[in-house]
């Protein structure tokens, strides 16, 4: 059964989540309703927590393409099949302080910086108040407050990644104190959150039942870990803690790649972590962007009537907006005899040419269960999959290639008949090797343009990729691995500029 989230009115986190976003720093919500009036029973600090996975499930974060367009659009897997509007700045490397806050009409990155620090604000007061509290057990409080602790650090995660050095602070401050705050260095507000990661990791539940399957498990923490210490180069840490995830945790690879996102086989075995969404509950159409819409499609135009009626007679229909497929030179480069290729790359469906690839793995052409704009498909965040190739990464290294062919060849198993073992590759090879083995594993699942980022290689990979209908390659500089600080942000507040003024190089 899907975790439905609900969301009571009148109610102290409620009144948080609906805090407009121009006013998310200037009112107090303590004042809206006293927290002393709401945090007392277990039950209460439930529905906080409740709130906060509500808001990561919002159009800025994971329930349209907010962060995707951060972390998958802009490098070279995912491209538009035309240019549409206001998105366009973040693929194409023309985005700007005069633009950033246009883009993801409504979505986009003032929403994503707001919601992601909403997150923090009402995590700091349900940590207030569960020191505060002395009538829940303490079990109880430990799961509360390492659930907490999670949620906070995985939007430092993002913030971080984003916008680099951001505004840092740990207590339930008044708000006219937040409004001051300047930046903190990236490195210590990492280093501080794997701290509250671990801590994450030792009190969480292992796994979930029925009617909780959408919230954070210990591995989960011990995956955003290997993140940090990949991203800091960090290889034995990153080792040990991959290693404890697949030695340790329930979660193992699936023999079908294809099973994997399955909707019938949602919550599967190596799905670490997914956002679970509920129909005529949640909004989401983040599925919509894989999904083709049929005045795109077929090839020939004048099939389009009898491609119409041969979904018809499936309950299918190409109702998507077609906006995030996969680009000529992913579509060039994936290798034919892979396994995985059919699943990440359609180009044909029905015994129609299409005039466009798609990545079936992502879209939906379920008209009757799952009709756009209202879908029920959970978006999975991290997989097992990853963590082999995290570990692969990190052993080799540390000591080269021999102790990590057995990480990435397991994930390979699934990917060629017969098998085709990596092998006999110097320690440079096999780094190339991880770089493509992730490509081809990953696609479309938001690890992308961080993983260019943090090898080093973002701009020569934009620079050397076939895109479809623009060239990014004459725009992308030096500082587009960042975001700049959305204006409205330091308007409010100025100290936002003093360590760094020009916002991470925009100006």
């Not at 086989?265 to 159409?285: C, G, L, R």
């Not at 995985?340 to 793995?361: D, Q, S």
């Not at 000591?399 to 060629?416: D, F, H, L, W």
């Not at 090879?429 to 980022?453: C, P, S, T, V």
Request: hydrophobic share 35%; charged share 25%.
């Amino acid at each position: 059964m899907k975790y439905t989230i609900k969301i009571l009115t009148l109610i102290f986190v409620s009144s948080l989540i609906m805090v407009g976003c121009d006013k998310f720093l200037e009112e107090d919500p303590r004042a809206l309703v006293s927290p002393s009036n709401f945090f007392n029973t277990s039950s209460e600090f439930e529905l906080a927590i409740v709130g906060l996975y509500k808001i990561y499930k919002g159009n800025s974060l994971h329930g349209k393409i907010g962060l995707d367009r951060y972390y998958e659009n802009g490098a070279d897997i995912i491209g538009p099949n035309r240019v549409f509007g206001q998105v366009e700045p973040t693929q194409s490397y023309s985005l700007s302080e005069s633009n950033i806050s246009a883009v993801g009409q409504g979505a986009g990155a003032p929403l994503t910086w707001q919601n992601l620090y909403a997150i923090i604000l009402n995590a700091n007061t349900i940590l207030e108040q569960l020191d505060l509290n002395e009538d829940i057990s303490d079990q109880e409080m430990s799961v509360f407050s390492a659930e907490a602790l999670f949620l906070r650090s995985y939007a430092y995660y993002h913030l971080t990644n984003l916008w680099g050095d951001v505004p840092y602070y740990r207590e339930n401050l008044p708000i006219a104190e937040i409004q001051s705050l300047p930046r903190t260095n990236k490195t210590t507000i990492r280093n501080e959150i794997l701290v509250d990661l671990q801590q994450a990791q030792d009190f969480l539940p292992s796994a979930y039942g029925d009617g909780k399957l959408g919230r954070a498990s210990k591995w989960t923490a011990a995956t955003v870990m290997v993140k940090i210490y990949l991203i800091q180069k960090k290889w034995q840490e990153a080792r040990d803690k991959a290693l404890e995830i697949i030695n340790e945790s329930p979660h193992d690879l699936l023999d079908d790649y294809a099973a994997v996102f399955d909707l019938n086989n949602e919550y599967n075995q190596e799905i670490i972590w997914e956002i679970d969404f509920v129909k005529d509950t949640d909004s989401n159409d983040w599925v919509d962007h894989f999904t083709p819409r049929i005045r795109d499609e077929p090839k020939d135009a004048d099939k389009r009537g009898e491609l119409s009626a041969a979904l018809g007679e499936r309950n299918e229909g190409f109702t998507g907006y077609g906006l995030a497929i996969p680009l000529p030179d992913y579509v060039n480069k994936f290798p034919l005899d892979d396994l995985r290729r059919p699943v990440n790359i359609a180009t044909e469906y029905l015994g129609f040419e299409l005039n466009f690839p798609y990545m079936p793995k992502n879209f939906n052409l379920d008209q009757v269960n799952s009709p756009r704009g209202n879908h029920a498909d959970n978006k999975i965040i991290f997989r097992l999959a990853d963590v082999y190739l995290m570990v692969a990464e990190a052993e080799n290294e540390l000591n080269g290639p021999a102790g990590a062919y057995q990480y990435i060849n397991k994930v390979r198993e699934r990917a060629y008949e017969p098998d085709q073992p990596l092998t006999s590759l110097s320690q440079e090879e096999f780094r190339q090797a991880i770089y493509d083995e992730r490509k081809w594993e990953l696609g479309g699942e938001n690890h992308r343009r961080m993983d260019l980022i943090r090898w080093g290689i973002l701009l020569d990979v934009v620079r050397n990729t076939e895109y479809r209908i623009y060239n990014p390659a004459a725009n992308i500089q030096p500082h587009h691995i960042l975001l700049p600080i959305p204006p409205e942000e330091f308007l409010l507040n100025p100290a936002l500029l003093e360590s760094d003024p020009t916002n991470n190089g925009y100006r």
